[in-house]
């Protein structure tokens, strides 16, 4: 069954958007699609069986508006969260993503590419 998300991307910020538990749905989103870019939190969404739920992968397909402009500037890092928005689109990587050992894999080649940008590689 697909669940589609209807409602459209928050604009950014304004003073009078209406706020939950002191945050407004900009920041919200923007901290929760943040924290995609751990691939443990991956790991444990996986184990906590969120992305088996049409709901919720109707919710993580609704956040790619997170690519574009003007929403893509607030990004910490921009590089691991949309990558791991995009694979979190396949199913076959929702599956995936439980086993631990593919959590380490994208840890360890997201610190490599930390260090080679660094470095100006």
Same mark, same amino acid.
């Given at each position: 069954?697909?669940?589609?998300?209807?409602? +459209?991307?928050?604009?950014?910020?304004?003073?009078?958007?209406?706020?939950?538990?002191? &945050?407004?749905? %900009?920041?919200?989103?923007?901290? %929760?699609?943040?924290?995609?870019?751990?691939?443990?939190?991956?790991?444990?969404?996986?184990?906590?069986?969120?992305?088996?739920?049409?709901?919720?992968?109707?919710?993580? +397909?609704? #956040?790619?508006?997170?690519?574009?402009?003007?929403?893509?500037? &607030? #990004?910490? &890092?921009?590089?691991? *969260?949309?990558?791991?928005?995009? #694979?979190?689109?396949?199913?076959?990587?929702?599956?995936?993503?439980?086993?631990?050992?593919?959590?380490? *894999?994208?840890?360890?080649?997201?610190?490599?590419?930390?260090?080679?940008?660094?470095?100006?590689?």
């Amino acid at each position: 069954m697909d669940v589609k998300m209807e409602q +459209s991307p928050p604009s950014v910020p304004e003073d009078e958007e209406p706020k939950y538990g002191g &945050y407004s749905r %900009f920041e919200i989103e923007l901290e %929760f699609v943040q924290s995609l870019a751990n691939p443990f939190y991956l790991n444990h969404l996986a184990s906590q069986k969120m992305l088996d739920e049409p709901a919720f992968v109707a919710y993580l +397909s609704y #956040l790619r508006y997170w690519a574009r402009p003007p929403y893509v500037k &607030y #990004l910490n &890092y921009p590089g691991p *969260t949309l990558k791991h928005l995009e #694979l979190l689109q396949e199913a076959r990587f929702r599956q995936d993503i439980i086993s631990p050992d593919l959590a380490q *894999t994208l840890a360890a080649e997201g610190a490599k590419a930390a260090v080679d940008w660094h470095r100006g590689d």
